[in-house]
């Protein structure tokens, strides 16, 4: 592969490999259900390359957040992360999931990952809602490799609105009735998201943004 050579960081090879592996896949296992329709390895590989290549490791809040790459599954092989580096040891807090088309970054999924308390340790370092942080991020790193849109998904697709952990089992109406409450909150966070960062609806129902 002559591309992954000029590619000198390992971060990007790793991420280099492993979409190669998953687009030469003949069976789309459990971790690719739920990947979006701008997501899949060959989308990414056509119209991210450039940004993925360029993306380069960012510290934030005095290097305490680092914004770093990783290989994935579900939404996305690919993403962004949020990492806390002020306490003992690193700690993801935050990640969005990209697709890629010609013209557009597609945001299919955002959410915290470190639970309510990281989530406020993670916005007073960055010292404002961490979803601000990361979209501002993405947004000025897809202006400099020429896209014009930013699409943030609805997060019908998303594998944990999909399958939300209620600590009941599924099937029963306690189930049931606390998905129905995880999955208002999630369609709730992600409208604040995009109403509090310059979205509006597409045709499409989901939340798009010019650059």
């Known amino acids: 592969m002559p591309v992954l050579r000029k590619w000198n960081s390992r971060r990007i090879q790793k991420i280099w490999k492993h979409l190669i592996a998953v687009r ?4 789309r296992g459990e971790e690719r259900k739920g990947e979006g329709r701008d997501a899949s390895p060959k989308s990414i590989l056509k119209f991210g390359r450039n940004f993925l290549r360029e993306f380069k490791i960012k510290k934030l809040a005095e290097g305490k957040i680092k914004a770093v790459l990783s290989a994935g ?3 996305s092989p690919v993403y962004i992360s949020f990492v806390d580096h002020s306490q003992n040891f690193p700690m993801q807090s935050a990640i969005a999931k990209m697709g890629f088309t010609k013209s557009s970054v597609v945001i299919e999924s955002i959410q915290g990952t470190g639970g ?3 989530t406020t340790r993670l916005n007073e370092l960055l010292q404002e809602p961490w979803p601000n942080s990361m979209i501002r991020m993405i947004e000025d790193h897809s202006r400099k490799h020429g896209f014009k849109k930013i699409i943030l ?3 019908d697709n998303m594998y944990w609105y999909r ?3 209620t600590g009941h089992e599924p099937g029963t109406a306690l189930h049931e009735e606390k998905s129905d409450r995880i999955r208002m909150q999630i369609k709730g966070f992600y409208a604040q998201v995009a109403k509090k960062n310059g979205f509006r609806k597409n045709a499409d129902g989901d939340f798009e943004k010019n650059l």
């Open 24 to 27: 030469r896949e003949d069976l």
């Open 73 to 75: 599954s579900h939404e």
């Open 116 to 118: 309510k308390q990281q």
């Open 153 to 155: 998904r609805e997060p």
């Open 163 to 165: 399958n939300p952990f």
